[in-house]
């Protein structure tokens, strides 16, 4: 059984630059939502996609926003980004027992 | 308002001895509860969670937590930590329906000395 993979490991960018993070899901898994970790700090939910539409969103402006393919892996996309948006970004997939996979993340940093 | 307190930001412990990091929420309604570990650079990676049934569960690398309605807490304990137990655990809880999105605590660092 594969678990959940996030490509870039890393990646730097600069303010004002666009961002697209990479998801795939566990095996057998519907739902991918994403987390954004400011350092210090715990995970902080974003979205959740479940079959391909938007399920749930969290505290986050527009410029923000994913997609959801048919195989069930999720792109998270940033637009205009700010420095505040460094972090570790965590992508977690589910089914229906509600209990999150999570993926070793993405650490953005914006300069 | 939906949230999880840790109180403690860092615990050091000897390796072998106890440990119990504390966890409380504040829900509109029994929530469902996970704990999670966090090694540097890391994901997180699921210890145990509770749903319902009983109030003490057992989860993975020799420990257990106790949920505690009246005190609204979520305790994780571990009778003999072990020099590898060094990390970050973060506690969370999920709503029993809906959207499934975690709210988490801040954290709690565990320092282990040899």
């Known amino acids: 059984e594969t678990g959940v993979t996030q490509s870039p490991t890393h990646l730097i960018k600069t303010r004002g630059q666009q961002v697209t993070l990479r998801c795939s899901s566990q095996?057998?898994?519907?739902?991918v939502s994403w987390y954004q970790q400011a350092l210090g700090q715990g995970p902080q939910f974003i979205f959740q996609?479940?079959?391909?539409?938007?399920?749930g969103r969290g505290n986050f402006p527009p410029r923000f926003s994913g997609l959801q393919f048919p195989n069930y892996s999720s792109e998270l996309n940033v637009n205009a980004l700010e420095l505040d948006d460094s972090a570790l970004y965590l992508c977690?997939?589910?089914?229906?027992?509600?209990?999150?996979?999570f993926g070793p993340g993405t650490r953005l940093t914006v300069l | 308002a939906q949230s999880v307190t840790q109180p403690d930001i860092h615990i050091t412990v000897s390796e072998g001895a106890s440990l119990e990091l504390r966890c409380n929420y504040s829900?509109?309604?029994?929530?469902?509860l996970f704990w999670y570990v966090q090694s540097p650079g890391q994901g997180l990676q699921l210890l145990l969670k509770?749903?319902?049934?009983?109030?003490l569960v057992q989860g993975i690398k020799g420990f257990e937590a106790e949920f505690k309605r009246s005190q609204s807490s979520f305790n994780l304990r571990k009778p003999s930590v072990h020099w590898s137990d060094a990390a970050e655990y973060f506690c969370?809880?999920?709503?029993?329906?809906?959207?499934?999105?975690?709210?988490f605590g801040t954290g709690t660092r565990l320092k282990v000395l040899a």
């Open positions: 977690a997939s589910s089914n229906s027992d509600r209990e999150g996979h």
């Open positions: 095996s057998g898994h519907n739902t």
């Open positions: 996609y479940y079959r391909e539409e938007e399920n």
């Open positions: 829900y509109g309604a029994t929530p469902y």
């Open positions: 509770y749903f319902s049934g009983d109030t």
């Open positions: 969370a809880v999920a709503p029993p329906s809906g959207t499934y999105k975690y709210i």
